[in-house]
Every structure is written in C-alpha cells, then in structure tokens.
C-alpha cells in the first residue's frame, strides 16, 4: 500500500486507462491522486460495451494490420486483473451473423489471422441469443473474444484504489496544475486541446464520437451478436445495441441522423426486436493514426501518456498500465512498450515549449 512516505503521482482521466494505470501504480507501492473531470460512470470507458475482442476487433476494424499478438496480449493480462478486482470475466466468446458473403468474407479474414471462426447452425445460434429472432439462418462462432461488465469493472477499479491509499477527485485538471505539478503526472484524458502545447504528443489525437443504445428491460440474449453494422449483446439490466463511429465530432448531444444507419443495421438484422425504448449513450474517443494508444513517457520531462485507445480501451487498459507503470517507476516496459511509444507522432518531438 502507498504510504505516507510513498513517492506521488497525479492522473488525469477517470476512464478505464486512467483507472487501471492508476491502479497498477498504487500497486506498485505509488500514492496516487486521479483527478477527472468526469466521474467513471460518464466517461466512454462507462458507457461502451465493455468487449475485450481481439478477434471480431481485427476482422472487422483492425486498428493496425500487424497489431493481432498486442491485442491478444492485452486480452490475456484481463483474468487476473479481474481476480484482483473481484469481477467476473465472460469468456463465452462472441457470434457473428450476416448474409452468407459477408459471414465468408469474415470467416477468410480470421483464417488470414490464423483464429478460428468456427460454423454455428441455427439451433446452436438460438441457444446463443436465448430466442432473440434474426433473419439470418447461421452463425460464426469465436471463442478468442471476452467480455467484461463496463460498469461493474470501473467500481471495482475505484474501490481498489481507494483501498490502496489512492484518491478520485472529480475536477479540472488545468495548464497552471500541470506546470505546477511537483509529481509526476499521467494524462489519459483523451483528446484534450487545451495541453497540445504543453504535451506536443496529445497533437496526433483524433475525436471519434459513438452513439450506443441501451434499452431497458428483462434481456433475451446470453453474449455478444455481431452484425454489419451493429452489434447486440445483453448489458446493465437491458440490451445494448452499437455503435456509431463519428470521426472528427466531440459533443456529446445524441444525434438521431448519426443513429440512422445503425437503427437499420439493428432492424436488419434482427427484425422482430422493437424499435421503440431505446435511450442514447454517447461517448468521445480518442484515436491516434495507426489506431493504437500512446503508452510511455512523453517528450515533456515528468509527463506520462495513456490515451488513444480508439475501439479498444477496454481490452488494452491493463497492458497500457504496465506499460506506463513502467514508465513512471523506471522500469522496462516489455515488449510492446516501442510499440505504443508516444513519440512515434509527436509534433517536434523533443521541442518542448514552456
């Protein structure tokens, strides 16, 4: 536990980065003071779906072509850490149904990867969405995909750290608290315009806004259905249906234009599920150009980087805290910590403005 004598440091960012890096530095003996302007619950990281999917992720919307072992290895640090948080981990993997040429297509991609996208007929498939009809008469199945719940786990986290000697404080983390900062500090805040100066990495982020929808009400389906152009799953008490990807957009207003292709892909697939009750869930993501996060030492003395997690903060969270972790406390970060580098897009790297 970080005591008082303990060395400090400060994160920015109450999503599931900040949290789990929070975290792996108070368990590395730090005394941690997480500050945010959001509380968990509001963050993306509260209302995304929660999927630790390195196989659908990659044959779907890979963030990289080359990136397949650093998602697995993401995936594979989450048994544990949800031990230690005493959550549960849902390992019955995850479906995918669709027309015949798109299921092929998918089924090609993940051989491509060399994963296992096994055939699924449709009394296996009714088992799996516990009678929730589709129009489509097969499935693919992959055991590679998990699940954890969202909300659940960021409790969890909190409750870990706070154990730990940590605090949450919800609040601005200004420009003159960064310049002041006698501790070292971790921003995983996402897009922040306000520190590109400061922090020259934060420059190559990008916003992504996703608009998920969540419906209340007894859930008919047991895991996770993928479809072109939405996904289903069980979640929270209700049913979970997304998501949109909106590049370049920040607000948080629900936008129902954003929402038509979505509805459709959702209706499409599943035509007997109501289209009425659905409440809008946004979220703001960041993304860098390769897709992956910033993990590491910025260029800025004392600073610290876990953002950019795009699709998959969720399955990198633990990975992106050892990594930083690492960082903080002068220790080899393994082997994706090149990877993941905050250098590779900062502006002037090693120009930085006072």
Known sequence: ????????????????????????????????????????????????????????EMALDPPATDALDLLLAGRDLWPDLAGRLGVSLDRTGAAAIGPEAWLDGLEARLAVLGLEGRPAERA???????????????????????????QAALQAMVRRLQDLGGTLEIGTFTLQDLEAAASPVVLATGVDRRLEGRVPELAGLSPIKGQILWRPGPSPTVGVIRAPGTYLLGSGGGLLAGATMEAGRSDLAADLEAQVELRG?????????????????VGVRAATPDGLPLAGASVRPGVFLAVGARRNGWLLAPLVAEIVTAAVTGEDGGRWAL???PSRFAPGAGEVQA
């Open 1 to 56: 536990m970080g005591g008082s004598g303990a060395a400090s440091v400060i994160v920015v960012g109450a999503g599931v980065f900040g949290l789990a890096t929070g975290l792996a530095l108070a368990e590395a003996g730090m005394k941690v003071r997480l500050v945010a302007a959001t509380p968990p619950d509001l963050t993306a990281s509260g209302v995304a779906a929660g999927m630790l999917a390195p196989a659908f």
């Open 265 to 281: 892909a959702l209706a499409d697939a599943f035509p007997s599920l109501a289209t009425e009750g659905w409440v809008t869930r």
């Open 339 to 341: 990877r993941l580098d």
């Open 124 to 150: 296996e498939m009714e088992a799996i969405s516990s009678g929730l009809g589709s129009r489509f008469p097969r499935a693919l199945l992959t055991s590679e995909d998990w699940r954890i719940e969202p």
